[in-house]
Nanobody
Framework: QVQLVESGGGLVQVGESLRLSCAAS????????AGWFRQAPGKEREFVAT????????NYADFVKGRFAISRDNAKNTMYLEMNSLKPEDTAVYYC?????????????????WGQGTQVTVSS
């Protein structure tokens, strides 16, 4: 199975940027569709962005369109989430996830593998 480790979270001010990374190990990452999800205190885990195996197809939640960009480098077994124009409501623990399913999904239960999460806090 694949192991996932997120990094790059932190405390930023409104309008600033962060780049999250998700390093995969244990299996060939290009075999997996993948995505980023987030969970704020007291809320359910929610879809942020997904990417297909080759990186040619991406999907975004409406609330991050135009601000966030998902990408992957299969040669480095790494996925990224570039986050710009951050808002206080973006504060959450961000998780990367991967699945052997045929296509990407917006639903967390469809992903078999998860990282431990990285905290992103946006201060006003």
């Amino acid at each position: 199975q694949v192991q996932l480790v997120e990094s790059g979270g932190g405390l930023v001010q409104v309008g600033e940027s962060l780049r999250l990374s998700c390093a995969a190990s244990g299996r060939t990452f290009s075999n997996y569709v993948a995505g980023w999800f987030r969970q704020a205190p007291g809320k359910e885990r929610e879809f942020v962005a997904t990417i297909n195996r080759s990186g040619s197809v991406t999907n975004y939640a409406d609330f991050v369109k135009g601000r966030f960009a998902i990408s992957r480098d299969n040669a480095k077994n790494t996925m990224y989430l570039e986050m710009n124009s951050l808002k206080p409501e973006d504060t959450a623990v961000y998780y990367c996830a991967a699945s052997l399913r045929f296509s990407t999904s917006r639903y967390p239960p469809d992903y078999e593998y998860w990282g431990q999460g990285t905290q992103v806090t946006v201060s006003s």
